[in-house]
T-cell receptor, first 108, second 109 residues
Framework: NAGVTQTPKFQVLKTGQSMTLQCAQDMNHNSMYWYRQDPGMGLRLIYYSASEGTTDKGEVPNGYNVSRLNKREFSLRLESAAPSQTSVYFC???????FGPGTRLTVT | QKEVEQNSGPLSVPEGAIASLNCTYSDRGSQSFFWYRQYSGKSPELIMF????GDKEDGRFTAQLNKASQYVSLLIRDSQPSDSATYLCAVNDAGKSTFGDGTTLTVKP
């Protein structure tokens, strides 16, 4: 039982490149979330999905898109990466927020 | 004004002491309140949640909620060096959580 998994663990992108961060949960929770965490700061909500087939913007959605592929999977896409998107990205599942291990993204 | 404010750290306590972590929030409609622990370089992990006014105890941890004062706290009794981490307060309204910036706790042997 892995809980919440994220891939990749690390990624370096050049400005303008695109990529998709993957998240999957095996806990059968309806809600899933994407956060970013910048150094010395708390978590800021990018997008969330209250249930399969629905997505909503959070506090900092600009520059990101999401897909809730099914109940298990919730992906985050950066269409044209910018240095300001350098951060650690966490996916979470459930109202209580069980977090994945994170993806450390650097945009040069 | 940030929606969720945590007491500025870092906080240092000796081993065996009580550590007190505080959090205030601005949205009176907030319904549920969470405390997470985050070790350096790791993801946050849920310690406790509280929905009703009063105290909730789980082992060495006690969460306290006062909705009238818009205040939630976490007490850690008999602090251990392994409790050294950043503690994040989160306030949830309608399924969306807002996090504070965290308070870093160091427990000195």
């Amino acid at each position: 039982n892995a809980g919440v998994t994220q891939t990749p663990k690390f990624q370096v992108l050049k400005t303008g490149q695109s990529m998709t961060l993957q998240c999957a949960q095996d806990m059968n929770h309806n809600s899933m979330y994407w956060y970013r965490q910048d150094p010395g700061m708390g978590l800021r909500l990018i997008y969330y999905s209250a249930s399969e087939g629905t997505t909503d913007k959070g506090e900092v959605p600009n520059g990101y898109n999401v897909s809730r592929l099914n109940k298990r999977e919730f992906s985050l896409r950066l269409e044209s990466a910018a240095p300001s998107q350098t951060s650690v990205y966490f996916c979470a599942a459930s109202y209580e927020q069980y977090f994945g291990p994170g993806t450390r993204l650097t945009v040069t | 004004q940030k929606e969720v404010e945590q007491n500025s750290g870092p906080l240092s306590v000796p081993e065996g002491a009580i550590a007190s972590l505080n959090c205030t929030y601005s949205d009176r409609g907030s319904q549920s309140f969470f405390w997470y622990r985050q070790y350096s370089g790791k993801s946050p992990e849920l310690i406790m949640f509280i929905y009703s006014n009063g105290d909730k105890e789980d082992g060495r941890f006690t969460a306290q909620l006062n909705k009238a004062s818009q205040y939630v706290s976490l007490l850690i009794r008999d602090s251990q060096p392994s409790d050294s981490a950043t503690y994040l307060c989160a306030v949830n309204d309608a399924g969306k959580s807002t996090f504070g910036d965290g308070t870093t706790l160091t427990v000195k042997p």
